[in-house]
């Protein structure tokens, strides 16, 4: 019979283990140079937000992986073979041998194609929900390895805490720095989904000098987003949202994250970031706004 809430059949489906897919947010994202093998040598500070897409899982005795998709984004994504999750799932269980699958509920909280690691953060949910939904003995350092296979941005998004990247995203590093920890969060996209590949065809290939993280100070003065150029020129209103979040009170940090079109900016205070996301929905109904924080390291 079908599960009520899936509406996959299974034949031992029960109460489901659930992961949330934390957003990820380059806090600055130097573009170093481009390597031999197509992928480009970065450096950038990963932070993840509190909140994000929802996974849900039941195990299954049949060994099929089903995935469903619901949510406010839902509609954008197929879950074909090509979806990540399943892409994810499939892997795991190769790696494994596991001879159980599972009905997977993707819940899209997060626009597509946004620069806040989607898809990649879905894959690193999925591999998470699984070790727990089999009960299997995996560690964090295996399922990087696996994770790699499936995108740059994976890896990191297995422990969604903060850490400095580098490489095309296989060298990982935690990396705390004083003032990110909770710091309030506003999230920003003004409903353009960009190409990664074009963005970063679109790099001028100018090695602007190495990424310090050890301040805040540091990364707000000398840090920097290489992809926001020729991310504007692709999408010229992410300049707008630029604009709207550097001016608004109390403000931190503001930057384009990853490849685009989703801008963020940092708050000294949760009263700042509330009003600043009332400016912001109130002057661009139609942007997705999410306010949050940022995860503990």
């Not at 109904?285 to 924080?293: A, I, L």
Request: proline share 4%; aromatic share 4%; glycine share 10%.
């Amino acid at each position: 019979m079908p599960h009520p809430d899936t509406g996959l059949d299974g034949e031992a489906l029960m109460t489901p283990v659930t992961e949330i897919a934390y957003a990820k947010v380059n806090v600055a994202l130097h573009v170093r140079a481009r390597r031999d093998d197509g992928y480009h040598a970065l450096e950038s500070l990963f932070v993840f937000a509190e909140d994000g897409d929802r996974l849900q899982g039941w195990a299954s005795d049949d060994g099929a992986i089903d995935l469903t998709i619901d949510g406010p984004f839902g509609a954008t994504l197929d879950a074909g073979t090509d979806n990540l999750v399943l892409r994810a799932a499939r892997a795991l269980q190769a790696y494994l041998g596991e001879q159980r699958g599972a009905a997977i509920r993707l819940t899209k909280n997060l626009p597509v194609a946004s620069g806040i690691g989607g898809g990649s953060a879905d894959a690193a949910a999925t591999l998470r929900l699984l070790a727990r939904l089999w009960d299997v003995r995996i560690d964090d350092g295996e399922l990087m390895a696996l994770a790699l296979d499936l995108g740059s941005d994976v890896p990191a998004c297995v422990v969604s805490a903060t850490q400095m990247v580098g490489g095309r995203g296989e060298r990982l590093a935690r990396h705390a720095v004083e003032g990110l920890d909770a710091c309030p969060m506003l999230l920003v996209n003004p409903g353009v989904g960009v190409s990664t590949a074009r963005i970063f065809a679109g790099w001028d290939r100018v090695d602007l000098g190495p990424l310090d993280g050890s301040s805040l100070a540091a990364l707000r003065d000398s840090g920097r987003n290489d992809l926001e150029a020729p991310a504007l020129a692709i999408a010229p209103v992410i300049g707008d949202v630029l604009a709207m979040l550097a001016a608004q009170e109390d403000v931190l940090l503001a930057r384009m994250s990853g490849s685009g079109a989703t801008c963020f900016a940092l708050f000294r205070s949760d009263r700042a970031l509330a009003a600043a996301a009332q400016a912001v929905r109130q002057a661009q109904p139609d942007w997705w706004v999410m306010e949050t924080r940022i995860r503990r390291a």
